[in-house]
């Protein structure tokens, strides 16, 4: 099967070329992708660009007849998405590769992120020593900086599209990665501040035969949750640490998006869920917390985390949210909450340690949740009975999910 080679073949043809001619001499059989639209390509390509903008349910005379770039590059991402989803599913695909700046980085990525975990993606990019978790998403998607402009090939970029093509060509070449056991798999969601939580339910729930994938709930996390959840990989949810609904409804950096905990309840897949750390909205270091916030109560975690505790009313809105989506979900679904504390530094004697706080966030669950059984336990979330509370609910969710099937 091909790697297919994703780059705007006007402006990026040579580079691409030389890219190809590496993976081959590899013994990787490659096929160029013209995602380009304004100016002809300077190299043949195995896919053209009028079949790229057909994908995406256009033409390539109507994009050019517009001759906004912006939109091609949009309208070429589409159809690059498509297709490499359209070849793997019909077993014609290796890998994907892309070259490019912001526009061809754009496009390479989208057509990556369509492919699911464990297809090799390298995309080689001008952009990539900066942030790039929008182009990356939930996707293991390796990113590679080109260090200067793909623009000609000379004594940096040769040594960069070489090492990149036999990277690329490494990925493909190494061989079916060898599978593990075949137990059913629990996604659970974890921060540092609710890992002992975690780690004793995650015991519990492998000595019951499950195999666990902790994620860090730090805004990327979650989203590749809920993106495995939906590629259906997950039997079970844990999602004891939900304090990405808290940046999303209050402003923090570590937001999932407004789609966090939606994915388990729309497929029907057996969660419980709690309210780990949604004592707090995280930033960086001190200087990035926002003005508006400054007078707050703010926590240094570290020189590149602050922590800002949640106040009542925000609680309030983070519960309703939590009880919102927890109520629409189709399938077994529970809520559990520790009246002591929801994190290491909510607890009696601790900075975050807020009653009233706690009682708010409660109260909206309560009142959001509709017929979603919510129980409180008069623990503290890191306590070992309540991590054990946790896995015994959702293994009974598991047990009655199997009842219905």
């Not at 081959?24 to 380009?36: F, H, N, P």
């Not at 793997?88 to 890998?95: F, M, N, S, V």
């Not at 921060?191 to 666990?212: H, I, L, N, Q, W």
């Not at 004697?349 to 706690?358: E, S, T």
Request: glycine residues 10%; proline residues 4%; aromatic residues 4%.
């Amino acid at each position: 099967m091909p790697v297919y080679l994703f780059a705007t073949l006007d402006t990026k043809g040579t580079e691409a070329a030389f890219v190809r001619d590496v993976l081959r001499r590899a013994g990787v059989e490659t096929r160029l992708v013209d995602t380009g639209c304004l100016g002809e390509p300077t190299v043949a390509p195995d896919v053209s660009r009028a079949e790229v903008f057909a994908a995406a349910g256009t033409s390539l005379e109507v994009v050019r007849a517009k001759g906004d770039r912006g939109e091609a590059v949009t309208r070429a991402a589409e159809g690059a998405a498509r297709l490499a989803e359209l070849w793997h599913r019909e077993g014609k695909l290796a890998g994907a590769m892309g070259l490019g700046g912001s526009a061809g980085t754009t496009i390479g990525t989208a057509a990556m992120r369509a492919l699911p975990l464990g297809v090799p993606k390298l995309m080689v990019s001008t952009l990539a020593s900066g942030e790039v978790s929008h182009y990356v998403g939930a996707k293991d998607v390796c990113m590679l900086n080109a260090v200067v402009d793909i623009s000609g090939i000379n004594r940096v970029s040769r040594r960069v599209l070489t090492r990149a093509a036999q990277a690329m060509a490494g990925m493909v070449n190494g061989g079916a990665i060898a599978e593990g056991d075949d137990r059913p798999v629990i996604a659970a969601t974890m921060f540092g501040v609710t890992t002992p939580c975690v780690e004793r339910a995650r015991k519990v729930m492998e000595s019951a035969g499950y195999e666990v994938l902790v994620f860090h709930a730090t805004g990327v996390g979650g989203k590749a949750m809920e993106s495995l959840i939906r590629d259906g990989v997950i039997a079970g949810v844990l999602d004891i640490t939900t304090t990405e609904l808290a940046d999303e409804n209050v402003g923090g950096f570590l937001t999932a998006g407004p789609t966090r905990l939606t994915a388990a309840g729309s497929l029907g897949i057996p969660q419980l869920v709690s309210v780990g750390a949604l004592d707090m909205a995280n930033f960086h270091g001190i200087d990035s917390v926002p003005e508006r916030f400054r007078a707050r109560k703010l926590h240094r975690h570290n020189a590149n985390v602050t922590l800002m505790r949640t106040t009542p009313e925000e609680n309030r809105r983070i519960g309703a949210d939590l009880g919102r989506k927890v109520s629409s979900a189709k399938g077994p679904t529970a809520v559990l909450l520790p009246r002591r504390g929801v994190s290491a530094i909510d607890r009696e004697g601790q900075p975050f340690d807020d009653p009233q706080a706690r009682a708010a966030l409660f109260a909206a669950i309560r009142e959001h949740a509709g017929a979603v059984p919510v129980r409180e336990l008069d623990l503290h979330i890191n306590d070992p009975e309540f991590a054990e509370a946790c896995a015994s609910t959702l293994l009974g969710l598991l047990r009655v999910k199997a009842q219905r099937s």
